[in-house]
């Protein structure tokens, strides 16, 4: 594929992720433009141009990770990742192994059905919570 096209197709996927990433924007610390760009490395992985995640992916979802300091700012988070993924054609797969593969703990299940109103603290969170967020 010429090296125009493979842009213009990731400038256009940007461009889709921000857009959804405004219609899913809610209060708190981390804006939901903001917690979209910073994944922005991540996109060709999820969407599954590439097969692997970069050393930017990665230092993307730790930042983000970091950047949330309460719950409110987490729930928020969660919605806006969701809204946007589904946007996106993300794969859930994919979603789901990037903590693992980046080697970070996120205090929820990275799934198109997880229970955002019901992601636990920031700190402190366990299994058996993390667990009941999913439907049975």
């Known amino acids: 594929m010429p090296a125009n096209v493979v842009s213009g197709s990731k400038l256009w996927a940007m ?9 899913a924007s809610h209060a708190g610390a981390v804006p939901c ?23 930017p992916c990665c230092q993307g979802a730790d930042s983000l990770n970091r950047m949330v300091k ?19 054609g993300v794969l859930p797969d994919r979603a789901a192994a990037i903590p693992v593969l980046c080697k970070i703990t996120v205090p929820f299940p990275i799934s198109y059905d997880v229970d955002c109103s019901k992601v636990p603290s920031v700190y402190g969170h366990n299994q058996t919570e993390t667990q009941s967020m999913l439907p049975h």
């Open 70 to 88: 309460t719950k409110p700012e987490l729930q928020s988070l969660c919605e806006c990742l969701k809204q946007a993924a589904a946007a996106m």
């Open 15 to 23: 461009g889709i992720l921000m857009i959804s990433a405004m219609w």
């Open 33 to 55: 433009t903001t917690a979209v760009a910073t994944l922005g490395p991540c996109v060709d992985y999820l969407v599954g141009r590439a097969s692997s995640v970069t050393v």
